[in-house]
């Protein structure tokens, strides 16, 4: 019997690849290395499309599925909000600026926190409530839902924020976090 990848298991795939990406740009960052902005943006893009994923599958399913969590899910798209404010910030700066380093610590700092969070609390309480056959196909959508997004995250500009209007919510950080995850048709063991 074929056993195919839940979206649990993708989007914690995701996880610890942005974890290791993480991990390189803090050893960059050690070693005033110019390969920063290219990983930066690839991890901005892997970002975007597991953000996209989230938003277009997880979420609902927790909502039908995992009874009382509609809180927990709006805590957690609060905190997508925020990482993607980041995630702007991030996008218009580059590792001569100043203020490149902090914003990229703030995003890892959010990222660690989101992911504890899902991993500790959200998945274990989706995985107890939804059939393991509904997993699998929302598996199967987010892998289609990274792959069709956008690769790009918009550059936040540099004032007034609020006034730049929302576009979508797969668009922005989002592509670029989509890009980073673009290897995603390599399965991980």
Do not use: N
């Not at 019997?1 to 995701?14: G, N």
């Not at 960052?29 to 390969?35: L, P, R, S, V």
């Not at 218009?92 to 600026?97: A, C, G, K, N, V």
């Amino acid at each position: 019997m074929e056993t195919r990848e839940d979206i649990i298991s993708v989007l914690v795939t995701d996880h610890r690849d942005a974890e290791e990406v993480f991990g390189r740009l803090e050893v960059l960052q050690a070693a005033g290395d110019g390969e920063a902005k290219a990983l930066a943006e690839r991890m901005l893009a892997g970002l975007a499309r597991h953000a996209a994923a989230e938003r277009e599958h997880l979420y609902p399913a927790v909502r039908q599925h995992v009874a009382g969590a509609g809180p927990l899910v709006d805590q957690e798209l609060i905190g997508h909000a925020e990482i993607e404010r980041t995630m702007k910030r991030l996008a218009r700066l580059s590792p001569s600026d100043a203020d490149f380093w902090p914003a990229l610590g703030l995003l890892m700092t959010q990222v660690r926190e989101h992911v504890r969070g899902q991993e500790s609390d959200l998945f274990p309480r989706l995985r107890a409530a939804c059939p393991q056959e509904r997993l699998a196909e929302l598996g199967a959508k987010a892998r289609r839902t990274q792959q069709a997004a956008p690769s790009r995250v918009r550059p936040a500009p540099q004032e007034r924020p609020e006034a730049r209007p929302a576009t979508g919510p797969a668009t922005g950080p989002l592509d670029r976090v989509r890009a980073f995850f673009g290897r995603r048709g390599k399965h991980h063991a």
